[in-house]
Structure formats: C-alpha cells, structure tokens
C-alpha cells in the first residue's frame, strides 16, 4: 500500500483503517541537518543536550532528542564491572546510547570509597572514546547532608569533562523524605560549581525518590539554565498515577530525564513485568524522554542484567531486545548526513505498541513477533468483522515530512477464517494548512 503526496509541510496525524488482525507502518521522513561531518555515533550527531521548555533538544540538529541506555549500579558494590571492558559491552553488544555511572555516597554525604572516582573516570573516558553519552551520578538518598563533598567532586569533574557534549551531571540520585525546598537549596549551591567550567545539561533529582517531580515543577531552579529533573520509576511498583505526576510537571514546563528505570520492582527484585515495562516505554517514546535502565550488575536480584558466570539475565536479555528494536532506527544512524538512507521507519513497533491505540477493536493491540515486515514485530489486534464494517489502529502525532513523498504501510490479516469477498485496508493523513484528509486505499482479496 503506498500513498505519494507531495509534500508535508505541517504536523500530521496518521490513522490507520483496517479489516485485518497484524499492520506494520513504515514511512518516511526527513533528514535532520547536522554540522557534524561524520555521525558515526549519538554524539557526533546531536552533539550537546540542552533543555528547552519541557523538552531536551540537540544542540546541532535543534530537535527534540533521545537517548536509551542503562546504568551502572553503586560504585562501591559492583566495582569489577566500572571498566572500559564493560563499557564496550554495552555498546558492541547491548547498543546503549547513554551509561549511566553511579558514584555511590553514604547518608553523611560523604562517598563510600573515595577510590570510586577512579572507576568513575574510566567509565566517562570510555565512554566518550565510543561516543556515547554519559552520566555522572551523586548516587546518593542523603546528598543535602554534605554540599561541601559534592561541591568539590562536581568542581573537578566539570573541570576535566565538562567541555566534552558526551557528559551530563546528576547532582541528587534520589532524595528520599526531603522537602524539595531542601533539594532546591541544595541544588541552587552546586551548580555553580559546575558552571565556573561548564554549560552542559545538569540533572537534579525530586523528592520522595525522584518520584515527585509535580513539586519541582511548581518551584523551579530558575538561577542557571540548561536544567532537567530526574524522573525515577519501577515497572512492578509504579503505573498511572506516576505518569499523571510526569505529565502535569511537563505541562507546566518542566524538562524530565529518566536516569533510572526498572523492570521489576521498586526493590530492584521480582520479575519483570511486562505489561507494565511496555505502558512505560510507550509513554517515553511518546514523550521523547531518554532513560537509562537499572542496573549493570550480577547481584542476585531481578533488576541485574548479568549473572555471576557474565551471561545475560531475564532483566538483561529484555534490555537488549528492546534496544536491539531501536537501534536500526535511531535517528542518528537514519541520517543521510551520516551515511545512513534517506528514509526511515517510523513505527516496527519492536518491543512495545509505541503508543498506537485501536478503535472498534474486540481486543489489543499487541506487539507481537508473529509476523513482520521489517525486523521482528508487527502491532497485532483482535476484531470481530461484519459487513462493512470499519475497524482504526491509530496515533496522533507530529510529524515533518518535508521534502518527502512516499509513505508505504504493510498489512495483513489472519491466514485462517474467511474474509468475505475481500477486504480493504486504508491509509489516513491529515494535513495541509485546513487539515485536509487525505487518504489511499488497497484491496486484498
């Protein structure tokens, strides 16, 4: 099914209308300039992250940006995994665009191994010679009991890293029962620090652990720029009411990073739950909210991605499938500035429904692995059909399609059943400057 349309110069909203059970939407759009000469890795690419109203965008392409990775676990209690080593795994391996390393600091304030700052070091290094972002994490639930500590430790990082765009600054892990005029004023006296050497995106963490960012977005830091705030959640213990926090923080203006995401619950143990993971993942996508999942160790709990022989865990081996799900599409390998094509695939929906929702839908939908047109997966959804009748997967969304003139979407119903004397699948695309319906339509009999 191709639809050609000359050009689309406004935000547009795609809606499918189908009579089949599995659609796999494929389209085009454009490359993004970039003064980079080479996109061989994110950095090169989007260069520094800068907040921006609620959004953190690419300093070279001055679009809305995001990033997917994972995070080390504390410093002082998985120290054979703060390497180079490790670090190259996560990247040859797991494909991460972002690590996280967690420097960890006890309830005075203070750090549990000064020796960790090493490890930290070799981390950011490696990082930055694979092109990646990197974190540099106050992992701590107590940091506003010692400012001095963390003033100093901030002061040289940003003195030694901060002219490099791989490198963001988390100030406060996750603040615990503190007020978040506490963490504000916390806040508001290491920064500085890092500005004296530095403009690179700072992450601040909200109370009751990273959890309330509603509370931050009615009092913001107003007394440096380049902010974001953490938004921490676990899939098994954390739903709705989490992102309703989010959603009300965003809409009143507020950047939100997720430097820490699980699985399983919010002790870090249980199974995963993957209903919940795949609620959460859509609501990121949809929000351009780059995360960093917890946590590259093998301590025995659910949250780890490696047992203790290095194999993959259950945590580990869903990680890498939904990475592996993004990656052939992220933005910056589709770049043709970068080498890559021309055209993109907006939706394979490898991993999760990204955030497409049905209409006149008995059931779903799903991603699922039944079938696919390009990579694994497919959106799959369940309908009872009767003559004539009409049944929509569909998502409201913006998109530049400029300068593009294809937008290709691959269906196909169940093998078993009868489908009458045919059905008809077609494609939506309202546009232009009176929002004008456009629509192609193929037959399969």
Not at 66 to 75: E, Q
Not at 231 to 250: E, I, T, V
Not at 426 to 442: A, D, E, F, L, M
Request: charged share 15%; net charge neutral.
């Amino acid at each position: 099914m191709k639809m050609s349309i000359n050009s689309f110069a406004k935000p547009l909203i795609i809606t499918l209308l189908f009579s089949l059970v599995t659609l796999l939407l494929q389209a085009v759009i454009p490359a993004n300039p970039v003064s980079a000469a080479s996109c061989a890795n994110p950095v090169s690419y989007f260069g520094e992250m800068k907040a921006s109203g609620n959004k953190i965008n690419s300093s070279k392409t001055n679009r809305t940006m995001m990033v997917k990775g994972s995070s080390f676990f504390w410093s002082n209690w998985s120290g054979p995994f703060w390497n180079t080593a490790t670090v190259n795994r996560m990247v040859d391996e797991f494909q991460v665009e972002i690590v996280r390393a967690a420097y960890g600091v006890d309830p005075s304030g203070n750090p549990y191994n000064t020796a960790d700052e090493s490890k930290v070091r070799e981390v950011v290094n490696a990082a930055i010679a694979k092109g990646i972002y990197v974190i540099i994490d106050w992992h701590s639930h107590d940091a506003h009991n010692n400012v001095n500590a963390a003033k100093s430790f901030f002061n040289r990082m940003a003195q030694e890293y901060g002219s490099y765009d791989n490198v963001i600054f988390e100030i406060y892990n996750e603040p615990t029962q503190v007020s978040w005029g506490t963490i504000k004023s916390y806040a508001e006296q290491v920064i500085p620090a890092i500005r004296q050497h530095s403009d690179n995106m700072i992450i601040v963490g909200t109370p009751f652990w990273s959890q309330n960012v509603d509370q931050a977005a009615n009092d913001p830091i107003t007394s440096s720029g380049n902010i974001a705030y953490t938004l921490h959640f676990y899939a098994g213990s954390h739903f709705q009411s989490l992102r309703d926090k989010a959603n009300y923080a965003m809409s009143k203006g507020l950047p939100l990073f997720v430097t820490e995401m699980g699985f399983v619950n919010a002790d870090g143990d249980g199974g995963i739950n993957y209903d919940s993971t795949n609620q959460w993942l859509d609501w990121m996508n949809q929000n351009n909210l780059s995360w960093a999942n917890w946590a590259i160790n093998d301590k025995a709990e659910g949250a780890s991605i490696f047992n203790a022989n290095g194999s993959l865990t259950a945590g580990g081996n869903y990680l890498k499938s939904i990475l592996a799900g993004h990656a052939p599409y992220a933005e910056w390998r589709q770049n043709t500035a970068c080498g890559g094509s021309s055209a993109n695939t907006l939706y394979d929906f490898e991993g999760s429904t990204q955030g497409w929702t049905g209409s006149n839908i008995s059931d779903g939908p799903w991603s699922v692995n039944e079938w696919s047109s390009k990579g694994s997966n497919s959106l799959k959804a369940d309908i009872n059909m009767s003559a004539n009748s009409q049944h929509s997967l569909l998502l409201s969304q913006k998109r530049n399609l400029s300068g593009k003139t294809t937008l290709n979407a691959t269906v196909k119903h169940a093998s078993w059943d009868s489908a009458g004397d045919g059905i008809y699948a077609k494609i939506y695309v309202k546009t232009g400057p009176n929002w004008v319906w456009n629509c192609r339509q193929s037959r399969q009999d």
